[in-house]
T-cell receptor, first 112, second 115 residues
Framework: GENVEQHPSTLSVQEGDSAVIKCTYS??????FPWYKQELGKGPQLIID?????GEKKDQRIAVTLNKTAKHFSLHITETQPEDSAVYFC???????????FGTGTKLQVIP | GAVVSQHPSRVICKSGTSVKIECRSL??????MFWYRQFPKKSLMLMAT?????????EQGVEKDKFLINHASLTLSTLTVTSAHPEDSSFYIC???????????FGQGTRLTVV
């Protein structure tokens, strides 16, 4: 089955700096890679996703890159704000109605 | 984005009783829903895949007789924790697939505490 590894497990940045979270996956059949933000006591919220037919996608301060050859993908958050503080999960899926496998999570703390 | 509503958000029950958690897709039809369990500071562990009108598919190690899943309509799936014990205390989260695959949207989660 799919195995998704995520690093780092914790990340502290100063407000305004950039944050980068990296993930690797094992199953070459995976072609859909969502990123979720989870605040304390709440369910995960989809913030951005990327499909295997593109290498990069950007949405305002958030961007995701994908390297299918190396089987890794990354989340980039620029101009971080305190409200970006949360746990972020990467995930991978073969798509369709198949299950999503989550990474281990990164706790991001943005220091004002 | 699509809205998935989970109820209740918190529940406390006594050992030996059963608890039902509901997961509703509010503005779309979901033929497939997923149930996850999350321990403190840990990732989401898939428990089962719920398909409308058919039996749920459970992940290895998940007791299907203990965690009963019913997906009776295109907008509702329920998870019943039967004969709950303190070790069943956890954060349970559902997600649903929209018609525009493969995006999945999550409910707000249910904090179950068994005393």
């Amino acid at each position: 089955g799919e195995n998704v590894e995520q690093h780092p497990s914790t990340l502290s940045v100063q407000e305004g700096d950039s944050a980068v979270i990296k993930c690797t996956y094992s199953d070459s059949a995976s072609n859909y890679f969502p990123w979720y933000k989870q605040e304390l006591g709440k369910g995960p919220q989809l913030i951005i996703d990327i499909r295997s037919n593109v290498g990069e996608k950007k949405d305002q301060r958030i961007a995701v890159t994908l390297n299918k050859t190396a089987k890794h993908f990354s989340l980039h958050i620029t101009e971080t704000q305190p409200e970006d503080s949360a746990v972020y999960f990467c995930a991978a899926s073969p798509g369709g109605y198949q299950k999503v496998t989550f990474g281990t999570g990164t706790k991001l703390q943005v220091i004002p | 984005g699509a809205v998935v509503s989970q109820h209740p958000s918190r529940v406390i029950c006594k050992s030996g009783t059963s608890v039902k958690i509901e997961c509703r897709s509010l503005d779309f039809q979901a033929t497939t829903m997923f149930w996850y369990r999350q321990f403190p500071k840990k990732s989401l562990m898939l428990m089962a895949t719920s398909n409308e009108g058919s039996k749920a598919t459970y992940e290895q190690g998940v007791e299907k007789d203990k965690f009963l899943i019913n997906h009776a309509s295109l907008t509702l799936s329920t998870l019943t924790v039967t004969s709950a014990h303190p070790e069943d205390s956890s954060f349970y989260i559902c997600s649903a697939l929209t018609g525009e695959l493969p995006e999945a949207f999550f409910g707000q989660g249910t904090r179950l505490t068994v005393v």
